[in-house]
């Protein structure tokens, strides 16, 4: 079992800039890529950004190209989403995941932290 858990969230004005934490603790986590997904009010789940279990491949999506910067390996079993540029409509819940592939589709992922506010104000 892994277990995931977020920090970093809170209240910033647009423009603004976050640091998201997940750290990843457990078993053995081997080879495990991660992602940040987000949820907000009445809408699904969507990916945010994905990074491979070595550190060396990162896909984002295209809301965020440019603006959000994720970081990390499992050698350090923490992983690292820098938000800047941030927008209103980047207010959600964020949260940590840990699958096999740095995949955008979340039902690939098979651990999830419990989720950290991010609202940004305008």
């Known amino acids: 079992q892994v277990q995931l858990v977020e920090s970093g969230g809170g209240l910033v004005q647009a423009g603004g800039s976050l640091r998201l934490s997940c750290a990843a603790s457990?078993?053995?986590?081997?080879?495990?890529?991660m992602g940040w997904f987000r949820q907000a009010p009445g809408k699904e789940r969507e990916f945010v950004a994905a990074i491979n279990w070595n550190g060396l491949s990162t896909n984002y999506a295209d809301s965020v190209k440019g603006r959000f910067t994720i970081s990390g390996a499992n050698a350090k079993n923490t992983v690292i989403l820098q938000m800047s540029s941030l927008k209103p409509e980047d207010t959600a819940v964020y949260y940590c995941?840990?699958?096999?592939?740095?995949?955008?589709?979340?039902?690939?992922?098979?651990?999830w932290g419990q989720g950290t506010q991010v609202t940004v104000s305008s």
């Open positions: 995941a840990a699958g096999r592939v740095a995949a955008q589709a979340y039902p690939l992922y098979d651990y």
């Open positions: 457990g078993r053995t986590f081997g080879r495990y890529a």
